[in-house]
């Protein structure tokens, strides 16, 4: 995870409990990212 954030200058967030559907396993969590930034 932290190599992929550094190539791409980017913020990785590890959320337990989720798949790679984080938007459907989780989607609180994705509402509180995008208001937050």
Do not use: G, R
């Not at 954030?5 to 989780?26: C, F, G, R, Y």
């Amino acid at each position: 995870m932290e190599k992929n954030a550094e190539k791409t200058d980017s913020i990785v967030k590890e959320i337990p409990d989720t798949t790679h559907l984080l938007h459907w396993d989780k989607p609180e969590v994705v509402i509180e990212e995008i208001k937050s930034n």
